[in-house]
């Protein structure tokens, strides 16, 4: 996954988020933030969600044009 125009500081926290692995510790990361460094993580953290949830969507419709070309009605 690729996100462009994002600052150094942005990019570093980016990686941080993407290395959590439970909800614990993404929480956990969260309390060691300055406000103004929580409203970034979130912001971040929503930009994540939309990527994934814009992939599925690309792989939906990939997934059901596959399947219309072998004939089978989505």
């Known amino acids: 996954?690729?996100?462009?125009?994002l600052t150094?500081?942005?990019?570093l926290m980016l990686?941080?988020?993407?290395n959590?692995?439970?909800t614990a510790e993404l929480f956990a990361y969260f309390e060691t933030l300055n406000d103004d460094e929580f409203q970034i993580a979130l912001v971040l953290q929503e930009m994540l969600m939309q990527e994934f949830?814009?992939?599925d969507d690309?792989?939906?419709?990939q997934a059901?044009?596959?399947?219309?070309n072998i004939g089978v009605r989505c």
Request: charged share 30%.
């Open 1 to 5: 996954m690729r996100i462009d125009g």
């Open 8 to 11: 150094e500081q942005q990019c």
């Open 15 to 18: 990686d941080k988020l993407w």
């Open 20 to 22: 959590l692995d439970t």
């Open 53 to 55: 949830a814009e992939q």
């Open 58 to 61: 690309n792989n939906l419709s």
């Open 64 to 68: 059901k044009s596959m399947l219309e």
